[in-house]
């Protein structure tokens, strides 16, 4: 399992967790997140940083809002039960799955680096129109008053 974290403009972090364990506040706030907000501060330490999480419990944690606050990282609402505005559900996590389709890895480790090789393959093209999707789907949540709208 990998926590994958990307931007309008392509891959910014891939953090694999190790020894399958479960995403615990814990380790998103200790291991996930500082490198995440790092990799994003890297060429500007004063950059306005707005992520986007759905509601797993590791991201909703007061843990992971109070790390967000003093990290000065915004976060942008999502409606319960939403996984159409998930850019890695709806995205990200299936085309790179097409991609890996019948190869077999020794290890977690190859996987993870496979992972994030097919990710660093996906075009900026493709990702202005993963972003533009998502704001379009944003956009029907809000007239669908928050209810499922995939199908619609």
Known sequence: MVASFVSKTGHVATIPLQEQRTVTADWYTTVCLPEVVRELRKTNPNRRIILHHDNASSHTARKTRTFLNMENVELMDHPPYSPDLSPNDYFTF???K????GQRFSGPEEAVEAYKSAVLTVSTSDWNYCFNDWFNR??????CHGDYFEKQ
């Open 138 to 143: 944003m956009k029907k949540c809000i007239e």
């Open 94 to 96: 299936p085309r790179i």
């Open 98 to 101: 097409d991609m890996l389709r």
